[in-house]
């Protein structure tokens, strides 16, 4: 039985979420649409926390939130005039990517409340989730150690550092 | 002189050409001129030495047995088709070699030095292209040379070729006229179709007796011609026949055409009047003395072949007789002096091969061993006069069309005042060719007459016939050029006789159109190599005479002052003068075949089917798969939503199948 | 390194040099940029040269192994793909037409502009692609450079073309790769019928001695590599590239395609197709044999009608490689041999004639013969080298074409039946064909009034036009001249196939 | 009541739903990501709530989720770049109008 500040906060959260998500991709003005993919975002590092995964959701706000987000601002900064709407959009494909939204919804929904009996598992307790136990995990060479990718990530960030310096060069 | 020295006189023709070719561009235009007529001046006297040692020197083992040899004096490879049948490039020297190489040489020479006068114009400069004419000149000497010493048969196809290339050259040397073009074109293929027929003639020959040298196809042991190598020779194609024939007999027709091309006999006779576009001291040369005659040489080398295979003589005979029956029509009405010649010299050259043909049955085979062959004898003897007293008829022909700048007997008539000199050059010319005694062409073509009534006399009452037409029109042309009227002076120089450049060659060739009939010539030039003893038949040559007179009376009676005779007849017999002067519609028929059948109705539709049809064909294949691509393309659009909406909906679709398979 | 004592990788060695030479320098330095092309050109001329008498020598001293040089370098052997080099008379000669019409066309394209490095680039590298096809023996190799001799045509016509270029372009490269396609797959075919005992092979040497090739196999195998040469060789009816290609081309770009890629077609069909299948080459021989006939007469009369300098050129060689063909299908040594001097002729003459055209080309700026005449009044030594070439094509002794077409006419002629007779008299017909057109042409062209008065402002040719037509004419005389010395070398190498065939009847 | 996985599962749905809708439907090319945003913010969700209540031993969904936030940093900093790039050359933002390099 979870206590009724969890439950409290999973609907505040699930709520904002679904409300934010659909406003995101349905309000004509593009820098309102940041800002609610910003709100979507927090509701998700709440989810992480709640999920006692601090670390992430620590990572979620500064990166997503924080980073990604700012980005998105800068861009639709340059490239808008502000106050300016977006064109409207033809129902037609309006109609046919609602369509193909609600069908895979749909699809995906049926399959998880008919099939997926794993759903209505509780969450157990975890013991250790320190940041220790992250940074050793991240850069061992174990078994399940993710050194790899790490470097992978990290190398790949620094393509993108220049890539992006080169493309964003003036000429 | 070693008959070695025939190397020499072929390879400085061949030197001067390039010297001249390549070098003269830079040098002074006279000089070259100069250099050409040094050149051939050397050529001549080696040519000379070599060829009196040949026929008159012992020591060169020419002559074994009363017999003389043929003398292979050099014979390397040249190009090995397979390890038995290889064409050599060799110098031989037998009766006829020799006596060519003094007939090219002279007339050459002649030509060399007439040239550096009429190659200029009146003040004495030298026309544009000078150098050039005088290396074409020595490239042609070269070619002709070469062609009469060859050992073997493929090396006189080899310089048939070249002789054609250099009348190609020559006759096109003004090659900013159309009409020299055009003539030089003409000239070219026509001997180039004949020459086909010559290589297929060489190629059937070749293959079943596996060589081309006359040493194993025409000469005996002896080193002179044998029927019995002939025969051995001819037996090789073992009775295999073709289309009723025997192969060899085509192989040898198809020679025939070869040498006819060159020759001019009908019905490849066509370029040979045009080609009198070319500067008439080339006409001399090439058209009148020299390379018109390689036909005739041909048949003569291969003569021994020729007797044994009787039908493809036959087919020589009918048709040298009907050429020069035909010949002589047309030149009978030419206005142009030039043309008139031109066709005079077809009518001669199938003198001679009617000659040569009719040789083989003057009596038949035995016979010729027996001493006969007069008529190849009599062929190649007047080939010898014919060259000098044509040289001389076409180099006098260049001085008056020096002198009035046409080739219209219109615009001559009455020259005789004014150009004495090559009014008398003249007139020995005509009185030669028309069968004067003592001038040369009696001797010669008295021989010939007798040699056809031997095969019979309708053979020669035809060919007496066209001698009193010969005399006929040569007198014709005569007194239109020198008579007939006083000269009207056109221009401001009155003409006159040329610079002495000019008129020496035509003393010179007159002097040897008188006294060349007095050459032993059946002492030396025998088909069999052995002296041929000959008297003169009193009838033949008292009739010959007799009707050469008539007709040099008849041409005395309507040309030689001017009266309305000629017209009159001309309106009389107007449809027969129009064809004569049309030539019979040869060249339209020619233009009939090569334009509109070959050209319009095989080329052109080829070239459109392969535009059209093979090349369309292609095409369509590229754009039916351009576009199908096309239309995948339209897939293709670029658009990322469009690509997502595709893959959701599959992935949707999956999943479906997925759950329902589950379900199910 | 064992492969580096042969000489013959040094025909590969030295254009890729010369490539790299050409990278390294700038793209203005127009001068450093000739002398690479220039010196990597003369190398391998010498080279050639030098080829030539280590050949002679060999021979000479009692060598009569098929291929001499040989050396095998293993390159991939899972498949047995070995860098194998190794000569015989046929592919000494081709190497050395090779070399003298790059170095030629090296001095054709002096004044290659825009972007000359570049072109000189895909210049050579063709080049290599060239010379690497005649040094090897391997089917992977041969295949392997061939390829790259086909592909920078594509970019040297669409780039540094004219006319139609893009059309043009892309047209013969689809066409050749058509080809290769065909080729490709009979290649393969090959392979894996290449030995009896499993122990399967590239070498074209070994396969030929195994002779293991299932008889039914041939008859599919033949056609495909056949055709596959075939269509390089401008066989009939895959002969419509060549109009096109040649006449959008640059100057040197179709003096090496027709002078010496076609012959790749002509030496590919001989050393792969009937070298290898010899039961297949007797079986089918009579298709090929109608199809390069129709080749060399239908070439002839359609190059009567066009108007356009190259088209008349390209049909030419349509005829006169159709006569390679013809006669590497007669199947003794006489007409073969007769074959690769037919290819050395038209190599080097047909290398003139597009010379000559890119230059005139380059002055008048037209091609149709109708626009222009009176050329030898303006341009004596165009004039003269255009009649040369012209002579040389219509088989003119003294020059290469007589020696090559009367090699081919005698040796054809060697088989007694209809066929072969009928066949034989028509491509022999050819040679009055020939003339036509091209005394039409030099007539229009050169002879005649001047047509167009602008063009009496031209100029002769400069030095190195000189140079690069001299070369070439000479080289046609040579052969001309000399054919022994040529056929000499060539007929030994027919021997074993010849042998092969013979074993067939 | 309990929160079971399923109920963390629904509103990632949704997100992902609606990250589709705006990426088939929307023109410019920052709203366009804005929508890729979400449905990796989706995903994410789901990797963390499977490995937290399938396997709560272990880390690997946390990781991959600590990765796919990086990348997606990298990729909409690259992917931002190039619209503002395009942005100056073509003054649009629209794709069905930067049609240039299409076919």
Redesign the interface.
């Known amino acids: 039985?979870?206590s009724v500040g969890?439950?409290i906060l999973?609907f505040v959260?699930?709520l904002v979420?679904?409300v934010c998500?659909?406003l995101?991709?349905t309000t004509r003005q593009?820098l309102r649409?940041?800002t609610y993919?910003l709100f979507?975002?927090f509701a998700?590092a709440v989810?992480?926390f709640q999920?006692?995964?601090a670390f992430?959701g620590a990572?979620?706000i500064a990166?997503?939130a924080g980073?990604?987000v700012v980005?998105?601002v800068?861009?639709?900064l340059?490239?808008?005039q502000p106050g300016k709407d977006?064109?409207r959009?033809e129902s037609s494909?309006?109609i046919?990517?609602?369509v193909?939204?609600?069908?895979?919804?749909a699809?995906?929904?049926?399959?998880?409340?008919s099939?997926?009996n794993?759903?209505?598992?509780?969450?157990?307790?975890?013991s250790d989730m320190s940041i220790e136990?992250?940074g050793h995990?991240?850069l061992s060479t174990e078994k399940?150690g993710?050194l790899l990718?790490?470097e992978a990530?990290s190398v790949?960030?620094l393509?993108?550092i220049i890539?992006?310096v080169v493309?964003?060069r003036r000429r | 002189m070693p008959l070695s020295y025939t190397i020499a006189v072929i390879a400085i023709p061949l030197l001067m050409f390039f010297f001249l070719g390549l070098a003269g561009v830079k040098m002074d235009k006279k000089l070259t001129g100069v250099l050409g007529v040094i050149g051939m001046l050397i050529t001549t006297v080696i040519a000379y030495g070599v060829a009196l040692t040949y026929f008159f020197g012992s020591d060169q083992g020419q002559v074994a047995d009363g017999v003389r040899q043929a003398v292979v004096v050099f014979n390397p490879d040249w190009l090995s088709f397979t390890k038995t049948l290889v064409v050599r490039m060799g110098i031989m020297l037998d009766p006829i070699a020799a006596m060519m190489l003094i007939v090219i040489t002279t007339v050459s020479l002649m030509v060399h030095l007439y040239s550096l006068g009429y190659m200029c114009d009146h003040h004495g400069h030298a026309e544009k292209g000078f150098q050039r004419y005088y290396a074409f000149l020595a490239l042609f000497t070269f070619s002709m040379l070469g062609l009469v010493v060859a050992t073997n048969l493929f090396q006189i196809f080899i310089f048939f070729e070249m002789v054609g290339l250099s009348s190609y050259l020559l006759i096109g040397f003004y090659y900013q006229s159309p009409a020299a073009v055009h003539a030089s074109k003409k000239a070219f293929i026509v001997t180039r179709l004949a020459d086909l027929f010559f290589l297929l003639g060489i190629m059937i020959l070749s293959y079943y007796t596996g060589t081309f040298d006359f040493d194993q196809l025409v000469f005996g042991p002896n080193g002179a011609n044998s029927l019995e190598v002939a025969q051995s020779a001819i037996a090789t194609g073992g009775g295999a026949t073709f289309l009723g024939c025997s192969v060899m007999a085509w192989a040898l027709t198809f020679i025939f055409i070869g040498g006819a091309g060159k020759s001019a006999m009908y019905p490849l006779h066509i370029w040979l009047p045009d080609a009198m576009e070319g500067p008439t001291p080339v006409s001399a040369l090439i058209h009148a003395a020299t390379m018109v005659v390689a036909g005739v040489f041909l048949v003569a080398r291969l003569f021994p072949l020729y007797v044994i295979e009787q039908g493809a003589m036959e087919i020589i005979c009918v048709v040298g007789a009907f050429t020069a029956f035909y010949a002589a029509a047309i030149a009978c009405v030419q206005s142009d002096i030039k043309r008139a010649l031109a066709f005079s010299t077809v009518s001669q050259i199938a003198f001679m091969m009617t000659s040569l043909a009719v040789s083989s049955a003057d009596g038949g085979l035995i016979e010729i061993h027996g001493g006969h062959g007069l008529g190849f004898m009599a062929s190649m003897f007047h080939l010898f006069t014919h060259a000098m007293f044509k040289a001389l008829l076409f180099l006098c022909a260049g001085a008056i069309i020096h002198a009035v700048h046409s080739n219209e007997n219109s615009k001559m008539h009455g020259l005789h005042k004014y150009m004495p000199i090559t009014s008398i050059a003249f007139l020995i010319g005509c009185l030669a060719i028309a069968g004067i005694p003592p001038f040369a062409g009696f001797w010669s073509k008295d021989e010939i007459l007798v040699a056809c009534y031997a095969k019979g006399t309708g053979w020669g009452i035809w060919m007496s016939m066209v001698a009193g037409m010969t005399a006929f029109y040569m007198f014709r042309i005569y007194f239109l050029i020198f008579h007939w009227k006083k000269h009207e002076v056109h221009t401001e120089h009155a003409p006159s006789d040329q610079p002495w450049t000019m008129t020496l060659p035509l003393i010179i060739l007159a002097t040897i159109s008188i006294v060349a009939g007095f050459v032993p010539a059946h002492d030396l030039v025998t088909w069999d190599g052995k002296e041929l003893h000959t008297q003169l038949n009193w009838t033949v040559a008292g009739s010959s005479v007799l009707i050469a007179c008539i007709g040099i009376g008849l041409a005395f009676k309507m040309y030689y002052k001017e009266n309305e005779l000629p017209d009159k007849l001309q309106a009389r017999f107007s449809g027969l003068w129009e064809a004569a002067y049309r030539r019979f519609y040869m060249d339209e028929l020619y233009q009939f075949i090569t334009h509109k059948v070959i050209f319009q109705g095989i080329c052109k539709p080829i070239a459109k089917f392969d535009r059209g049809i093979i090349d369309g064909f292609f095409n369509l294949l590229a754009s039916v798969t351009g576009s199908a691509a096309y239309g995948i393309r339209r897939l293709q659009n670029g658009s990322i939503q469009s690509y997502v909406y595709v893959y959701l909906v599959g992935a949707l679709a999956l999943a479906v199948i997925t759950m329902v398979c589950v379900l199910i | 390194m064992e492969i580096f004592s042969n000489i013959l990788i040094y025909f590969v060695i030295v254009p890729v040099l010369t490539l790299a030479g050409l990278a390294l320098c700038s793209n203005k330095g127009i001068k450093a940029i000739r002398t690479v092309a220039v010196a990597g050109a003369s190398v391998l001329v010498a080279l050639a040269i030098y080829l030539v008498y280590l050949f002679l020598q060999a021979r000479g001293a009692g060598d009569t192994s098929e291929m001499i040089l040989r050396t095998d370098v293993t390159w991939f052997a899972p498949f047995n793909i070995k860098l194998a080099l190794g000569v015989d008379g046929i592919s000494v000669v081709m190497i050395l037409l090779s070399a003298f019409i790059v170095f030629a066309g090296v001095f054709a394209s002096w004044k290659m502009n825009p972007l000359p490095k570049q072109f000189f680039l895909w210049f050579y590298l063709l080049s290599t692609g060239v010379f690497g096809f005649f040094i090897s023996i391997d089917l992977f190799t041969m295949f392997m450079f061939y390829e790259v001799a086909l592909i920078p045509m594509y970019l040297l016509i669409g780039v540094w073309g004219s006319g139609s270029k893009n059309y043009s372009a892309m047209k013969l490269t689809l066409m050749l790769m058509g080809g290769s396609a065909f080729l490709m797959l009979g290649l393969i075919g090959i392979y894996f019928h290449s030995a009896a005992d499993g122990n399967l092979t590239m070498n074209v040497l070994e396969i030929a001695h195994n002779d293991a090739i299932p008889h039914q196999w041939q008859l599919w195998l033949f056609p495909l590599t056949f055709i596959g040469f075939g269509v390089l060789g401008a066989m009939f009816p895959f002969h419509t590239w060549s109009p096109d290609g040649h006449a959008s081309a640059p100057t040197a770009v179709s003096m090496l395609h027709a002078g010496v890629l076609m012959k790749l077609g002509g030496y590919g069909c001989f050393r792969i197709a009937i070298y290898l299948m010899p039961f297949a080459a007797n079986e089918l021989a009579w298709i090929f044999l109608t199809l390069t006939g129709v080749s060399i007469v239908y070439g002839a009369f359609s190059a009567c009608v066009q108007t356009d300098l190259k088209y008349i050129n390209a049909y030419s060689s349509v005829s006169h490689c159709g006569m390679v063909l013809f006669a590497i299908l007669m199947f003794n040594t006489t007409a073969m041999t007769g074959a690769v001097l037919q290819m050395l002729s038209h190599g080097l003459m047909t290398a003139l004639f597009f010379a000559l055209i890119g230059m005139i080309y380059g002055r008048t700026h037209t091609r149709d013969i109708r626009d222009m005449g009176g050329m030898m009044t303006i341009m004596p030594y165009l004039g003269v080298g255009y009649v040369v070439a012209g002579l040389a094509s219509l088989g003119l002794p003294g020059l290469s074409g007589f020696a090559a077409e009367m090699t081919i006419f005698f040796g054809s002629f060697e088989h007694s039946d209809m066929f072969h007779r009928v066949l034989t008299i028509a491509a022999t017909c050819s040679i009055v064909i020939t003339a036509v057109y091209i005394l039409r042409v030099v007539g229009k062209l050169l002879f005649g009034a001047v047509q167009n008065e602008h063009h009496r402002e031209l100029t002769d040719a400069s030095w190195e036009e000189r140079l690069s037509t001299a070369t070439l004419m000479l080289s046609v005389a040579a052969i001309g001249c000399f054919p022994n010395f040529f056929v000499n070398i060539i007929s030994d190498s027919f021997l074993p196939v010849v042998k092969a065939l013979g074993a067939m009847i | 009541m309990n929160l079971t996985l399923l109920m963390y599962l629904v509103p990632s749905l949704v997100m992902f739903g609606c990250g589709v809708y705006g990426f088939l439907t929307r023109k410019n090319m920052i709203a366009i990501m804005i929508s890729l945003e979400l449905m990796l913010n989706s995903v994410d969700i789901n990797f963390v709530v499977f490995n937290r209540y399938l396997f709560p031993g272990q880390m690997d969904g946390m990781f991959f989720t600590l990765f796919a936030i990086a990348i997606a940093a990298a990729e909409t900093a690259l992917a931002l770049a190039i619209i503002i790039n395009v942005f100056r050359v073509a003054r649009k933002v629209d794709i069905n109008e930067l049609t240039k390099l299409k076919f």
């Open positions: 039985m979870e969890n439950l999973y959260v699930a979420i679904i998500s659909v995101t991709v593009i649409s940041a993919l979507v975002l998700t989810i992480y999920m006692d995964y992430l990572v979620q990166v997503y980073g990604i980005l998105f800068f861009a639709i340059l490239t808008h977006a064109q959009i494909r309006r046919l990517g609602a193909a939204a609600l069908l895979g919804v699809v995906c929904g049926y399959g998880l409340f099939y997926a794993f759903c209505h598992r509780q969450l157990a307790e975890v136990t992250i995990w991240l399940f993710y990718p790490f990530v790949l960030l393509a993108c890539g992006g493309i964003a």
